[in-house]
């Protein structure tokens, strides 16, 4: 089954604790992109990947990190969260080579820092 | 910086009757307008998206339209039914597809009424 998928889907933390979300992708999709989904604010990007070891710098990169090894990878790192990355984070893949240009979702990731 | 305006941010209306949400942007090198459904609880779906270099674009009972004189596009929903209800948010990108900076309106909160 073609999916995207993401771990762990819900994580409480605490102020400064390293964390990785992975994401992870099986349909062979060249870009990739992380956003976070806050009420009343829709979704932002954080960070997108148009290929291995290519990375770009989303709307809200401030306190994230990510990595592009390969193809079907593509975790977010946070180095030292904050309550204020308290959000829903949504990763995504699709591919140029598609003639209809949808961007796959995973499931989300619930994340709370205290 | 880069915005996207979405208006109304809730939009209720009586099943069988219309719907139409607008957006605008600020960046005139935007050449891609997705359009996403998500359900309560569920991962963003992409419904419909048009391109700079048209201006009309319809799928059945969804259709958007753009102005880029204006910057501004919007998504019409005909003969509304109860599986309409949703989020819906329009994004902008300068890329001529999701694979690179993507900025999201705020986005709108349809209720179809029975």
């Known amino acids: 089954e073609a999916q995207v998928t993401q771990n762990p889907r819900y994580l409480i933390t605490v102020t400064g604790k390293k964390l990785t979300v992975t994401c992870s992708q099986n349909?062979?999709?060249?870009?990739m992109s992380w956003y976070r989904q806050d009420p009343g604010l829709g979704l932002r990007q954080i960070y997108y990947?148009?290929?291995?070891?290519?990375?770009d710098k989303g709307d809200v990169p401030e306190g994230y990190k990510v990595s592009r090894k390969e193809k079907r990878n593509f975790p977010l790192i946070l180095e030292s969260p904050s309550p204020n990355q308290t959000s829903l984070y949504f990763c995504?893949?699709?591919?140029?080579?598609?003639?209809?240009?949808?961007?796959?979702f995973g499931p989300g990731t619930r994340l709370t820092v205290l | 910086g880069e915005n996207v305006e979405q208006h109304p941010s809730t939009l209720s209306v009586q099943e069988g009757d219309s719907a139409v949400i607008k957006c605008t942007y600020s960046?005139?090198?935007?050449?891609?307008f997705p359009w996403y459904k998500q359900e309560l609880g569920k991962r963003p779906q992409l419904i419909i998206d048009i391109r700079s270099n048209v201006g009309e674009k319809k799928d059945q009972r969804i259709a958007v339209t753009l102005n880029k004189t204006a910057k501004h596009f919007s998504l019409h929903i005909t003969e509304t039914q109860p599986e309409d209800s949703a989020v819906y948010f329009c994004a902008a990108s300068i890329g001529y597809s999701s694979a690179s900076k993507i900025i999201f309106g705020s986005g709108t909160r349809l209720s179809i009424r029975p």
């Open positions: 349909m062979n999709h060249e870009y």
């Open positions: 960046d005139s090198a935007s050449n891609y």
């Open positions: 990947s148009m290929n291995v070891e290519v990375t």
């Open positions: 995504a893949s699709s591919s140029p080579r598609s003639s209809y240009n949808e961007q796959f």
